[in-house]
T-cell receptor
């Protein structure tokens, strides 16, 4: 168990719909990352939040958005869904403060949410 | 962004054989991790190894940061080692977001 919790595990929805994926990071981790894994694109970084603020953006579509809440959990919102959005969506967390200005940057991944758009 | 190349892309081994997987990267890194994605899709941490050598049971890894490559060694392979092995790296330009290689797909046969 990585300590990163993602819900739901599976999601089936129709084209044009909107879904929300949820992630609870490991205790103490300040950063949350979202990744998309599809057969043709591999593991693609979407977006990163650090302590509630957006830190970095990758290949995230405008139809997708995310946020990190004060309790550090994060949500990824996918709207106007298309067939091509079907993929495994991972959340990862890292950035545990070790004290004396040091930080552990090892990333741990949740089990993923398998999204199927029909 | 930083490029990550893994080789070989596919590998078939008989149980008990040894193997070496390679990861080349295009820039200096803050972090390098090896993951195993099992047939159920879970990404399991194997090593956090931006430099040096580590061992964990039948697995070991070495990263030579100055030459921008890392190696993952699997000894006495078992059928449960099957799956995809990913190398992922980050540097300060990516805000610590990992960039993944395309992976090495390993099948260990009985």
């Amino acid at each position: 168990d990585s300590g990163v919790t993602q819900t739901p595990k599976h999601l089936i929805t129709a084209t044009g719909q909107r879904v929300t994926l949820r992630c609870s990071p490991r205790s103490g981790d300040l950063s949350v990352y979202w990744y998309q894994q599809s057969l043709d694109q591999g593991l693609q970084f979407l977006i990163q939040y650090y302590n509630g603020e957006e830190r970095a953006k990758g290949n995230i579509l405008e139809r997708f958005s995310a946020q990190q809440f004060p309790d550090l959990h994060s949500e990824l919102n996918l709207s106007s869904l298309e067939l091509g959005d079907s993929a495994l969506y991972f959340c990862a967390s890292s950035a545990t403060l070790l004290g004396q200005g040091k930080m552990n940057t090892e990333a741990f991944f949740g089990q993923g949410t398998r999204l199927t758009v029909v | 962004g930083i490029q990550v190349e893994q080789s070989p892309p596919d590998l078939i081994l008989q149980e008990g054989a040894n193997s070496t997987l390679r990861c080349n990267f295009s820039d200096s890194v803050n972090n390098l991790q090896w993951f195993h994605q099992n047939p159920w899709g879970q990404l399991i941490n194997l090593f956090y190894i931006p430099s040096g050598t580590k061992q964990n049971g039948r697995l070991s890894a070495t990263t030579v940061a100055t030459e921008r490559y890392s190696l993952l060694y699997i000894s006495s392979s078992q059928t449960t080692d099957s799956g995809v092995y990913f190398c992922a790296v980050d540097n300060s330009n990516s805000g610590y977001a990992l960039n993944f290689g395309k992976g090495t797909s390993l099948l260990v046969t009985p």
